[in-house]
């Protein structure tokens, strides 16, 4: 049992996400919550907006109980998501992207399954995306046929942004990814696809994940933090060669101490 007995802490990565937030995201994500009978906590982990994202957390809210805003240092996503794994008091921890994509409402689809002492329920969209470019529709499918054939066989969608776990097994495997192992020099949004190795590790670990299908609706309108075809080919660059990476790493024994 945690400190102060919070079930659910709610970590909201932020980077340049002020055309997001000004649609009303955190409010929405209020009222879901404010209707859920346990007890919760959000917190907003800021990666170095250079936009209005900060102040407009801050003015926003305010208002809501249980909210708080962490300012970081520029360092990636991983690295926002850890800030906030840190911070958080509940007993789960539900990562949930601010462009609310995956609607917080899905989080009713994933509790079900925690409870049966699955530490890590991952949100899957599928394939059939709504507002989802042609290209990206063909990319995800190349993604998950390349990363099935070398690990996680058993998971459909590693990348949703959405994605429910046990505290203690969180801050156990996290700070075990490569992304912390090396030192980073990150400019702009660096995503990575680094939820490919925190569910190998996991996974290897011997802790269960059960994988649920979410509505997922490309809802993203952030400007600031880059986006389009540009963007989709970096990432996917990046991500295919953290596959190998984590394959690599696995043939060499270097995962081997974690058991």
């Known amino acids: 049992m945690l400190k102060n007995d919070i079930y659910l802490s709610v970590v909201v990565p932020c980077y340049n996400e002020e055309e997001n937030i000004k649609r009303g995201v955190l409010q929405d994500i209020y009222v879901y919550l404010s ?3 346990f007890s919760w906590e959000v917190i907003i ?13 801050v003015e926003k809210i305010q208002h809501y ?3 708080r805003l962490l300012e970081n240092q520029h360092g990636g996503k991983p690295s926002a998501l850890w800030s906030g794994v840190q ?4 007993r789960y921890i539900l990562f949930t992207d601010m462009d609310q994509s995956t609607p917080i409402a ?3 689809k994933l509790i079900p399954f925690i409870k049966k002492d699955v530490v890590a329920v991952i949100g899957s969209r599928g394939l059939s995306r709504r507002n989802f470019p042609l290209y990206r529709r063909v990319g995800a499918i190349v993604f998950i046929t390349f990363r ?3 690990i996680l066989p058993e998971i459909n969608d590693t990348q949703c942004g959405f994605k429910l776990f046990r505290n203690d097994a969180l801050v156990e495997v996290f700070p075990k990814l490569e992304y912390f192992r090396k030192e980073q020099s990150v400019k702009g949004w660096k995503v990575t696809s680094f939820d490919v190795e925190l569910l190998y590790l996991l996974s ?4 269960p994940i059960e994988e649920v ?3 997922w609706e490309d809802a993203d309108v952030s400007v600031s933090k880059g986006g389009g075809l540009g963007r989709y080919l970096k990432e996917s660059k990046e991500m295919l060669l953290q596959i190998l990476r984590v394959k690599l790493n696995e043939m060499r024994g270097i995962y081997g101490n974690l058991e």
């Open 35 to 37: 209707k859920c009978k």
């Open 45 to 57: 982990s800021d990666d170095g907006s250079s936009d209005k994202s900060r102040a407009l957390v």
């Open 65 to 67: 109980k249980s909210f």
């Open 87 to 90: 911070k958080a008091k509940g």
């Open 106 to 108: 899905e989080l009713a």
């Open 148 to 150: 099935k054939l070398l």
């Open 204 to 207: 290897k670990l011997g802790y």
């Open 213 to 215: 299908p979410v509505s």
